[in-house]
């Protein structure tokens, strides 16, 4: 098993092939070649790593974000405070009190839920996972957000948690590659997993849960894109040639949209 303990941080800065390099892929080569190091984190992303590190790692919490206290900046006292506070915060992901109020609401909510909550205890949380993908022989990488038994676990934040919502945004996200990826890393790293298990979090009162698993029609979607992904990344490498959405320049017919044809055939 070539299983690391690092900070997020660490893991994301660690050589590797991950299910968000293989999203930009998807895009296009030539997209990941500008975006793979110049992606920024921001608002969203920072409040999903404090939440996951709120819920899952609380002990660890305070070592890596800092509350941001209340007072106008716009004032030489205000200014005064908040430079005092930034001294100490060094190093520090800042997150304001609204945020931190926020959190502990969605938290709450997940710890109460009675699957929610179970599935989230006497398990393994943030561990980096390192494997060589025996048919490429790319160096890959993931990082589970909690291993329970036989259980991947990932906690999502969304605005609706209801079946019918959640579905379209998992697609939209390609959470089909990412519990296909994870799944895959992990029995090649030793650990006998047999489900992947999605929480579902919404961010808004009431901040409805909905547990799901990800199901075999899903995770063999997952297959094909993630595959199909790591061999166009293994192609690029060997040609360097880092290409746009056509591999071989061409010409495209422009249709019109199935909307579209339906107002102009009054289907």
Known sequence: MNLKTMT????????????????????????????????????AMLFGSALHKFVLEPDDFENEFVTAPECDRRTKEGRAIYAAFSEKA????VISRQQLSDISSIAESIINHPLAGKLLEGGKAE?????????????????????????????KTTQSAKPADFMKSAYNY????????????????????????FIAAEKEPPYAICVYAAGEDFLKLGELEAEKDLHIYKKCLETNNWH??????????????????????NE
């Not at 092939?17 to 293989?22: E, G």
């Open 90 to 93: 060094v190093g520090k992901d």
């Open 244 to 265: 746009g959405y056509d591999e071989t320049p061409e010409v495209h017919s422009l249709e019109l949209p199935s909307w579209a044809r339906k107002e102009l055939y």
């Open 8 to 43: 997020n941080k660490d893991y994301h800065a660690a050589e590797g092939l991950s299910k968000s390099d293989l999203d930009l892929i998807h895009i296009s080569p030539a997209h990941f070649k500008v975006l793979k190091d110049s992606k920024e984190q921001t608002a």
């Open 127 to 155: 561990q980096s996972y390192f494997w060589e993908d025996a048919e490429t022989n790319l160096l890959c990488k993931c990082r589970p957000d909690y291993i329970k038994g036989s259980y991947c676990i990932d906690l």
């Open 174 to 197: 390609r959470y089909h590659v990412q519990a296909y990826w994870y799944m895959k890393g992990l029995r090649a790293c030793g650990v006998d997993v047999t489900d992947f298990i």
